[in-house]
Structures are given as structure tokens and as C-alpha cells.
């Protein structure tokens, strides 16, 4: 996002570049919730259970992503970014899924306030087992993504897309950077 106004980007630039990264991070892990989605229905399938749809793991795509970023907004395990690559991925993909799902406790215990149960009824009945499940597919998500995000932050976008989506048979030349470290 480069704006060449010394205020910096405007509103609508930051508001481009937030909706970007939120659809890039809801079709990543759209994928991923989807595709854990189809293995539940074929297997519950086995035992003629019925299963939910895949527009709880669209919106559910849509919810962690937000989270995400709120998360990025946080700073949250910016520390850690001096460190290996796989280690600040790997920390960083710990301390999102904690955000997760602390947003996850504290949906469930809304939802069972909506539905009135009060505060103690609400967090008894959780299913903390669920959650945990949730959280852990989420973590184990979240770890190449973050791997990938702390690479791109390394190498900067330009090198980091051209790395990833162009040619390196065409004959095209290297990146500037690459060529550096030869």
C-alpha cells in the first residue's frame, strides 16, 4: 500500500487494504473449514447423521479472520517477529488461536445469555471440549498461514508475490534482492 502523500494513506486505501487482507484470510481459511466440513459430513455420513452445512464454516471462516485482524490491529506477537521465522509462525499462530478462542468462550456464553440462561448456568453448560477441538484445528490453521505472513513480511510483497505467482521457467528475470545475495 504505497500512497505518495506525506500524510500517509488515506481512509479509502486503509479501507482497500483491510478488506483485501480480510478476503484473503477468509478464503484461506474458508478452504480449511470447508474442507474439515466435508471429511465430518462423510464420516458422520457412515452412521446416517445428518450434519450442518458449510455455512457455519463460511461464517466461521469470516469470524476468525476478523479476529485476525483485530489481532494484527493489537500488535499481537509482534515480540516475537526478531526471532526464527518458524518460531515467530509458530508463536504467533499459539497466540492468535488463544485470541480465537477467547471470542469463542465469550460467543458461547452470549449465546446462552440471549437464550437466558444467567452467567453461571451459561458457563456450565459450555462445552469446553468443543472448543478446545475448535481451537486446535484452528492452531494447527493458522500455522502455515502464519508462515507464509512472516515471510512475506521478510522478503516484502512485491518479491514475496513474484516468488509465489509468477513463472521462474519464462525466462523472466530475478527480483532485484534476489540477485543481491548471489
Sequence with gaps: MRN?????????????HELKELAALFFYLAFFFCALTTYSILLLSEFHVQYLTYTFALINALV??????IGDYAHLGKRYEGRSLFLSAVVKAFLFGLLVFAFHVLEEVIRRLVHGADIATASREMRIDQ???????????LIPLFGFRELRRVMGDEEFHALLFRSRTSGETEPASASKRL
Aim: net charge positive; proline share 7%.
Design 4 to 16: 505518495n502523500s506525506p500524510a500517509g494513506p488515506g481512509l479509502k486505501e486503509k479501507a482497500i
Design 64 to 69: 476468525v479472520a476478523k479476529v485476525i485482524l
Design 131 to 141: 472448543l478446545l477441538g475448535r481451537a486446535l484445528v484452528v492452531f494447527c490453521t
